[in-house]
């Protein structure tokens, strides 16, 4: 699906396991805001932009990967796959099979945590990973997922 200079823009905004408890789980790792106050500013950030978005949420692989397949018209994905960062051959091949440009992004520095949350079967294939930002992930990742749709419109 193209963009077009009438065509508005459509993300799909994708949370993981356990997303659900933000501000409450681990607050040390993942701090206090809850996930409803980072789709907050992502919606205001998206109508800032002229852009319209939708978020999904599950701790199922499976529906996110129902999610993926059922976001056809979506232009690309902005994804924490949380937990299934470093487990979930299906959501990649899912996010490949659509051929949507996807970003993932991470509340916490994967990369400078226990060694098994240093693998991500998404971050070779993604246009990007943001990570260790807590919320500020979501929010250069979404910026950098628009630059990029626009960019190749």
């Known amino acids: 699906m193209s963009v077009n200079k009438t065509s508005k823009l459509k993300i799909t905004v994708i949370h993981g396991p356990n ?12 701090g206090h805001v809850t996930l409803d106050e980072i789709n907050k500013k992502l919606h205001e950030i998206a109508l800032s ?3 319209e978005i939708s978020f999904f949420q599950s701790n199922h692989e499976g529906a996110i990967i129902d999610c993926i397949q059922d976001s056809l018209e979506s232009h ?3 994804i924490n796959p949380a937990a299934f960062t470093h487990t979930s051959i299906a959501i990649r091949d899912a996010l490949l099979a659509v051929n949507k440009p996807f970003v993932e992004v991470h509340l916490s520095d994967i990369n400078n945590r226990e060694d098994f949350r240093k693998i991500s079967y998404f971050s070779d294939v993604a246009i990007s990973v943001v990570s260790g930002l807590g919320e500020n992930s979501y929010y250069k990742g979404l910026k950098t997922l628009i630059d990029h749709i626009k960019n190749e419109a």
Request: hydrophobic share 40%; aromatic share 12%.
């Open 19 to 30: 997303l659900n408890l933000l501000g409450k789980r681990e607050t040390k790792i993942y």
């Open 49 to 51: 932009e002229n852009i």
């Open 76 to 78: 690309g994905f902005l």
